[in-house]
C-alpha cells in the first residue's frame, strides 16, 4: 500500500506562485508514475501533469503547460508541482496520485491517491 499526502496549497492572488508537494509512505515511489490532477467545483477531476518514475519524461494539459513544472526527488519519495502565473481558473482541489503501469498518464486509472489540497487564486 501506498499512502500519499499533499501539502502547500493555500490562497493566492492571480499572477502568484504556489509549489504543492506530495509525500509518500509505506513503499517507495521511485518505482511509480506520479501524476497531478484537479477538480473545480461543480466539475470533473482533471488531469494536470505527470512524470515518469525515473523523472526523464513529463506530460501536462494544455492548460497548464508553460506555467506548472512537475519534478521528483526519488530520495526524498516526494512529487512537487510548481505552479506560476496562476489564474483564477486555477482553484481547485489538487490531488496527487500513483501508478505502476500505463502510458495514458492523463487518465484515471491510477492504483493510489491522495487526500488533496486546496488551491484558491483570488482575482
Known amino acids: 500500500q501506498v499512502q500519499l499526502v499533499e501539502s502547500g496549497g493555500g490562497l493566492v492572488p492571480a499572477g502568484g506562485s504556489l509549489r504543492l508537494s506530495c509525500t509518500g509512505s509505506?513503499?517507495?515511489?521511485?518505482?511509480?508514475?506520479m501524476g497531478w490532477f484537479r477538480q473545480a467545483p461543480g466539475k470533473e477531476r482533471e488531469f494536470a501533469a505527470g512524470i515518469s518514475w525515473s523523472g526523464d519524461s513529463t506530460d501536462y494539459a494544455d492548460s497548464v503547460k508553460g506555467r506548472f513544472t512537475i519534478s521528483r526527488d526519488n530520495a526524498k519519495n516526494t512529487v512537487f508541482l510548481q505552479m506560476n502565473s496562476l489564474k483564477p481558473e486555477d482553484t481547485a482541489v489538487y490531488y496527487c496520485a500513483a501508478r505502476l503501469y500505463g502510458s495514458n498518464w492523463s487518465g484515471p486509472d491510477y492504483d493510489y491517491w491522495g487526500q488533496g489540497t486546496q488551491v484558491t487564486v483570488s482575482s
Open positions: 509505506g513503499r517507495t515511489l521511485s518505482t511509480y508514475i
